[in-house]
């Protein structure tokens, strides 16, 4: 037997043949672990012959619904028979919640499951399940981390549907290294994926990762899975947005919504009304941004509060939910563009809810409420933005504005300010339109 000894980079999956203090791929320092695997292990492949592309049968894909909307959306409309779901997060954001919730709605469908956990013991998870006032019936538990061991109980069971909570704690006697490590974690999803799409038995894997995702993990496995979900939110708050990072089945970037609340985790139907919860009255340094979340558009406060700085020489530039240096970009295009000046000055900028915006359309949304609170003048609750702006201070067209208009206008948005080359095209009747070419325009509207 010949064993292969390596020094492996646990954060990136660098490999070495000797020790090294810095890994020259992601710049992480003391991350080389030495780990030895069996090169006489098992080898995972299978025969293949080329097809011509024309002689392949088009046969449409099966999609199970859960009936949880927001998990199904995510998902593409439903999950695929045979593929293999990655749902990653913070430890105690919710994803093991999810998992047995979504163990019981499928048992309840009448599919076999095998719930894999490495992490709590049968009765923890019977409490849980209690709790959750789960009732299933061909949901079987299994609490063992060897994944020889569980692939023979797979063989014996049979089942449909299998979950694994969490990936890290599933370890391969092929592999000397410890549970957790990135060797680990990758030979236990290649041996996963195989059964899967032999079997066609549908996967889910739980992984914890931080807030960076630079631990061996998730962010180790996006490329062997087929959807890769992901968690965010504070654990400490009732809300979660579960967010697609990779789908092969369906569009990515869509997000769902959820309450966590006693019972588990509750879809919330529409988002763009949670988000907004106080239209009527609203302090300076609020505006209304219409985002759009993979097909979805989703109305959200992007709120901004400038106050003169305690440290002259240094003053402040707080941001959450919005790129940090982005937004400095933005209080720089103001300060050239319009001759507002920000020195001397504080300015936090926060999106409400919790969620992370990245579409640079938020750009004059982002205008708007830095000078709103600059003047110290609301902007009136019934107006939504949305607009890219350049350096030159432009306002350049964004995309699906006619979907953006329609969601404002549904919840009762009276006015809206984008761009002018959207204008021509993208009229609806009853919403009073506005489009700009530039920011300095803005100051018509505050």
Same mark, same amino acid.
């Given at each position: ?26 710049? &992480? ?7 030895? &695997? ?7 492949? &299978? ?215 006693? *019972? ?14 106080? *239209? ?5 340094? +609020? ?40 937004? &400095? ?21 926060? +999106? ?53 208009? *329609? ?30 070419? *530039? ?8």
């Amino acid at each position: 037997m010949k064993l292969d000894s390596n020094y492996v980079c646990q954060s990136c999956g660098y490999v070495s043949t000797k020790w090294l203090g810095k890994c020259p791929n992601c710049s &992480s320092w003391n991350s080389f672990l030495i780990e030895t &695997s069996d090169r006489a292990g098992e080898i995972i492949s &299978s025969p293949s012959e080329p097809v011509l592309l024309s002689e392949i049968p088009s046969n449409t894909m099966e999609r199970i619904k859960t009936d949880i909307n927001e998990f199904d959306r995510c998902l593409g409309g439903g999950i695929v028979r045979g593929s293999i779901v990655l749902i990653g997060g913070e430890p105690g954001i919710g994803k093991s919640t999810l998992a047995l919730q979504i163990s019981n709605l499928l048992d309840n469908l009448g599919f076999k499951v095998i719930y894999v956990s490495g992490e709590e013991s049968q009765a923890q998870i019977r409490i849980r399940g209690e709790r959750l006032e789960i009732k299933p019936r061909n949901l079987f538990i299994l609490c063992e981390t060897l994944w020889e061991n569980i692939k023979n109980k797979i063989k014996e069971v049979k089942p449909d549907f299998l979950i694994f909570d969490s990936i890290q704690t599933i370890y391969s006697k092929n592999i000397s290294s410890l549970p957790g490590t990135i060797s680990q974690v990758r030979e236990v999803t290649g041996k996963i994926f195989y059964l899967s799409k032999t079997e066609n038995i549908t996967s889910f894997l739980i992984g914890h990762i931080t807030k960076d995702g630079s631990l061996a993990g998730p962010k180790s496995l996006e490329h062997l899975v087929d959807v890769v979900l992901y968690f965010e939110g504070e654990k400490y708050q009732n809300s979660r947005i579960l967010r697609a990072a990779k789908n092969r089945f369906g569009p990515v970037s869509e997000i769902g919504l959820f309450n966590m609340e006693e *019972k588990g985790l509750v879809p919330v139907q529409n988002l763009s009304e949670f988000f907004i919860q106080y *239209k009527e009255e609203r302090e300076s340094g +609020v505006a209304v941004f219409c985002a759009l979340e993979g097909s979805r558009p989703l109305l959200l406060e992007i709120q901004a509060l400038v106050t003169p700085s305690p440290y002259l020489g240094n003053p402040r530039r707080i941001t959450l939910g919005l790129d940090y240096l982005r937004t &400095s970009m933005i209080i720089a295009i103001i300060e050239k563009r319009m001759g507002l000046s920000f020195s001397g000055e504080d300015i936090f900028v926060n +999106v409400a809810g919790g969620i992370n915006i990245e579409e640079p359309s938020s750009d004059l949304a982002l205008v708007s409420a830095l000078i709103s609170s600059k003047k110290n003048k609301p902007i009136s609750p019934h107006t939504v933005f949305f607009g890219e702006i350049g350096l030159g201070g432009e306002v350049r067209p964004v995309r699906n504005s006619v979907a953006r208009i *329609k969601e404002a206008k549904s919840l009762g948005f009276k006015k809206i300010i984008f761009p002018h080359s959207n204008v021509s095209k993208d009229r609806i009747d009853g919403v009073e339109i506005h489009g700009i070419k *530039k920011i300095k325009e803005l100051i018509n509207y505050i």
